[in-house]
């Protein structure tokens, strides 16, 4: 259990990482360095906030509460009944932030058609946070 815990403290900090780029970049209107082309087409566009708030600022707020709580299951500061509310909340909020990604990508693949990398890998962190959770 301890391993798979640490392993959403280490997905949340990647997607802490990825997000704060994209929040970076665009606070400080600097370029996007995107090994692929279209990572502007993507973060630029209508769909880039959801109720005036930008996808990546949802993401940091996500990811930030994905390692404090995982923070706290790791370091067993709580009591079983809390450990169980903690889990559950966990698994509610990674199955909305996947649902939210796939439906994020597919804009990307069908709306916007253009892929933004950074975009790609937080849905894939998204992913594998579910799936962890689901082991957990």
Known sequence: MAEFIASLIVLALLGIIDSSYLTWTHLKKKPLVCPIAGCE???ESKWSRIFFVRNEILGLMYYAAV?????????GLN???T????KTILITMSSISLLFSAFLVYVQ???????C???????????LIFLNMLLL
């Open 79 to 81: 009591t079983i009944g």
């Open 117 to 127: 990398f950074y975009c790609l890998i937080s849905a894939f962190i998204n992913l």
């Open 109 to 115: 693949a069908r709306i916007i058609k253009s892929y």
């Open 41 to 43: 087409a993507v973060v």
């Open 83 to 86: 450990a169980l509310n903690i």
């Open 67 to 75: 390692l404090v709580a995982s923070t706290l299951l790791f370091q």
